[in-house]
């Protein structure tokens, strides 16, 4: 089993930062895929970013990209999102997860094991 926590989510102003951590527990993750997945209220789930275990391949929403950056620190079992130049549309729960895939899923389908999320709201 994995525990992900997600941390580092708040209130920011469009075109702040913030940065995202999902802290892993219970497993290491060195071996699994890891993405981060956002949902905004009435809207479904989507993905926003997927990094594969060796850090190799990287995958992008088109709606975060140049924007998000996703990186992992498997020493600290430890992933993160950079999130710059943010927008409103950017607010949602976003949530991290953990595939056994060896290449990034965008389908929330093949990821394993969910954190609770956490809020990053956008102000005009």
């Known amino acids: 089993q994995v525990q992900l926590v997600e941390s580092g989510g708040g209130l920011v102003q469009a075109g702040g930062s913030l940065r995202l951590s999902c802290a892993a527990s219970?497993?290491?993750?060195?071996?699994?895929?890891m993405g981060w997945f956002r949902q905004a209220p009435g809207k479904e789930r989507e993905f926003v970013a997927g990094?594969?275990?060796?850090?190799?391949?990287?995958l992008y929403a088109d709606s975060v990209k140049g924007r998000f950056t996703i990186s992992r620190d498997n020493a600290k079992n430890t992933v993160y999102l950079q999130m710059n130049s943010l927008k409103p549309e950017d607010t949602a729960v976003y949530s991290c997860?953990?595939?056994?895939?060896?290449?990034?899923?965008?389908?929330?389908?093949?990821?394993?094991?969910w954190g609770q999320g956490t809020q990053v709201t956008v102000s005009a």
């Open positions: 990094i594969s275990w060796t850090g190799g391949m990287l």
């Open positions: 219970g497993r290491s993750i060195s071996t699994y895929t």
């Open positions: 997860a953990a595939s056994p895939l060896v290449v990034v899923a965008l389908t929330s389908r093949t990821y394993s094991y």
